[in-house]
């Protein structure tokens, strides 16, 4: 059971585009396995490991993405920074620029 609830998502988002009640829990169990996947990144571990992590981050938000009825787009990919590991926060809201601010709420 996920974690993340569907009353949790953006429902303006929801309704514009008319995400199914199917597609929420996919989302819901998606944004659990980014929390996961998060906390799970080290800057301990080597690049290697923390390469993997971050592939699999990108590979959600991408599944992310098409779930809320986007077209795929790796420039509107925000949680790679939120790993420890990564030194780019400062940078990474470069991503967000051409995001709208109702998306900035998924």
Do not use: T
């Not at 309704?15 to 944004?31: D, G, M, P």
């Not at 929390?35 to 990108?58: H, P």
């Amino acid at each position: 059971m996920s974690n993340f609830k569907p009353e949790h998502l953006n429902q303006n988002l929801v309704a514009r585009n008319n995400v199914s009640y199917e597609a929420q829990i996919q989302l819901c169990e998606l944004y659990d396995g980014l929390e996961v996947l998060i906390e799970e990144g080290d800057a301990s571990f080597s690049v290697e490991v923390n390469r993997e992590i971050a592939d699999k981050i990108e590979q959600l938000e991408f599944k992310l993405q098409r779930l809320w009825g986007f077209g795929e787009s790796k420039m509107h990919h925000k949680y790679w920074s939120q790993l420890s590991m990564c030194l780019c926060n400062a940078d990474s809201l470069d991503n967000l620029d051409d995001r709208g601010m109702e998306e900035l709420l998924i």
